[in-house]
């Protein structure tokens, strides 16, 4: 499984970023697929996940209500819309993958054995 993270970049605060994540696999609706964020000097961080059918989404308390994860199968391609950026939302933002059909999808970094190599995101004032 590879993952292509793409869409980072610089933004302003209050403003708005689309991150994409294109999967190459045949079975990417089998997998559920989440996004981490790491800082400078911390561990990765979860930021939003999406289970395998797009009935079930998950965040962190610190994006919620200003990001959403959604899937479009037919690309093979997992989003994240994040609007209100503030200047503590600037990390290195992953994308990972589990072949894995609960209700309910991972957090934690170490249940997702596929990952991207990370696009910056840099929120200035």
């Known amino acids: 499984v590879q993952l292509v993270e793409s869409g980072g970049g610089l933004v302003q605060a209050g403003g708005s970023l689309r991150l994409s994540c294109a999967a190459s696999v045949h079975t990417f609706s089998s997998y559920a697929m989440g996004w981490f964020r790491e800082f400078p000097g911390k561990d990765r961080e979860f930021v939003a996940a999406i289970n395998w059918s797009g009935s079930t989404t998950d965040y962190a308390a610190s994006v919620k209500g200003r990001f959403t994860i959604s899937r479009d199968d037919a690309r093979n391609t997992v989003y994240l819309q994040m609007n209100s950026l503030e200047l503590e939302d600037t990390a290195v933002y992953y994308c990972?993958?589990?072949?894995?059909?609960?209700?309910?999808?991972?957090?934690?970094?170490?249940?997702?054995?596929?990952w991207g190599q990370g696009t910056q995101v840099t929120v200035s004032s």
């Open positions: 990972a993958a589990e072949p894995v059909r609960g209700l309910y999808p991972p957090r934690s970094g170490v249940e997702y054995d596929h």
